[in-house]
């Protein structure tokens, strides 16, 4: 049985081990610019559920995300079963400075594969 905890803010020093901790990341935000959450995530070694919308689009050709674009709780729920599917994406050191290396990676080959 899957186990939901909502944080609210979280320390930015806390905030890489938490994403690295997460078994799968859900957002179903309606509007996003960029989706620097979902890069976090990524960059951290966790899967992500997100909303087939908006600038979230430019993420679903990623691994290790998986787009619905019906937001009900069974949809939502399929997703993050899905996420065995999508493979794994640990990674053997999550400090600060190595997810940040990561997150820029990721977001220059999310730009790379939209251009």
Known sequence: MAQVEFLGY???DVLPGVYAGAEV???MSEF????MTVAEVLAAGTPCVIR????LQDWTQNRGVVAISVTSPKSIQQAVRA????????LENKSWEQITTRLIQVA????KSTE
């Open 25 to 27: 990341y859900v957002t």
């Open 52 to 55: 087939d919308v908006a600038a």
């Open 83 to 90: 996420i065995d599917q999508v493979g794994s994406l640990t």
């Open 108 to 111: 220059y080959m999310n730009r």
């Open 32 to 35: 996003e610019a960029y989706g």
């Open 10 to 12: 979280v320390d930015d």
